[in-house]
């Protein structure tokens, strides 16, 4: 199960380096609490996916180390006391190890655990990207497109395209938290050995799996089937003064100033421009020079929102040549 879910999660990795390939150079705006923030690649934030679905795989990986001990030769809870040699059954059969406990062995359902876990955060990130795109596909955001593939009509509205299968992913985490905290509930109280209880264990696994299964097939479809609507994403981030943050660490680099007082500074310019109704880039150097009087007309790059974007060189950050060798280091991991 574990391997079929990671297969499907490959091909999620594939599709959303596929789009973010394709829209290194795609400006939208950074949010933070839903507002705009600071300026960002579309790719960038896409490789933030990337790096969770990741984590997810390396986790259903885990999940392999803990059932790669074979527990045949345990018998009801003791042992046995026929002459068997557990370590060739487990050479034989392919396991890492033999079990060290028989009645650890029998009472063991960690891996259960561990599986419907994996499993809960997975649908938890799809839950959390639907939600994303949800908002992103609304009229009050309208920065991705999403294909008559993947959306539904109403039954009355006929001009609507609903996110009916970004909805449906969202809701499904609810039932892979349903099981995985059915499962602990029925460990809870147990004590050790065998008991008719953990017989549910195979049918919660199985649900899981169906469910994980299907939300990540479905979920590669969407990625196939959506685009970011580019102009829309540059007009967003171009409200906002979302380079003022820029602008701060422009003057605590250059001006000598803590980063508090920049901060001060820089909020009393955004005041001005807000006063003004004009943006960052349309202020005056004279109106700009009563606030910080060491300001010149070189600081007017620093709104540009390519340069704002390329600034951000750390290892990790949304500069264009960053996210290039990241996608090019996921497509050789792949």
């Not at 994980?212 to 007009?235: A, G, H, R, V």
Request: proline share 3%; hydrophobic share 35%; net charge positive.
């Amino acid at each position: 199960a574990t391997i079929e879910i990671n297969k499907q999660i490959d091909k999620i990795l594939k599709s959303t380096l596929k789009v973010a390939e394709k829209n290194i150079e795609t400006i939208m705006p950074g949010f933070t609490h839903l507002k705009n923030a600071q300026p960002i690649s579309f790719a960038h934030y896409l490789m933030a996916y990337v790096e969770m679905f990741s984590r997810d795989k390396k986790r259903f990986f885990n999940n392999l180390e803990s059932l790669n001990e074979n527990p045949l030769g345990v018998a009801a809870l003791t042992g046995t006391s026929f002459n068997i040699d557990r370590y060739y059954t487990t050479k034989k059969l392919g396991f890492k190890t033999p079990t060290n406990n028989s009645v650890d062995t029998v009472s063991d359902r960690d891996f259960v655990v561990d599986f419907l876990y994996s499993v809960s955060v997975c649908s938890m990130h799809i839950s959390r990207v639907a939600e994303e795109l949800i908002i992103w596909n609304s009229d009050g955001f309208n920065i991705i497109k999403l294909s008559d593939k993947v959306v539904t009509g109403s039954s009355i509205m006929p001009q609507k395209k609903n996110p009916d299968l970004l909805e449906y992913l969202r809701g499904k985490s609810g039932i892979t938290y349903g099981n995985l905290f059915s499962m602990l509930t029925i460990l809870k109280g147990l004590p050790l050995s065998y008991f008719k209880d953990l017989q549910d264990d195979k049918e919660i696994i199985f649900k899981s799996y169906d469910t994980i299964i299907n939300c990540l097939k479905i979920f590669d479809e969407i990625l196939k089937n959506f685009s970011p609507n580019k102009n829309k994403m540059l007009e967003l981030a171009n409200n906002g003064y979302i380079t003022a943050t820029d602008l701060a660490d422009y003057l605590v680099k250059n001006h000598t100033m803590s980063f508090r007082e920049a901060y001060q500074k820089t909020a009393a310019i955004v005041n001005l421009a807000e006063k003004r109704n004009k943006k960052l880039e349309e202020l005056d150097i004279n109106e700009l020079k009563k606030i910080e009087p060491k300001l010149t007309n070189e600081v007017l790059k620093i709104f540009d929102l390519k340069n704002s974007i390329n600034s951000k060189k750390s290892y990790g950050g949304t500069a264009f040549d960053n996210i290039k060798k990241m996608i090019l280091k996921y497509k050789k991991q792949l």
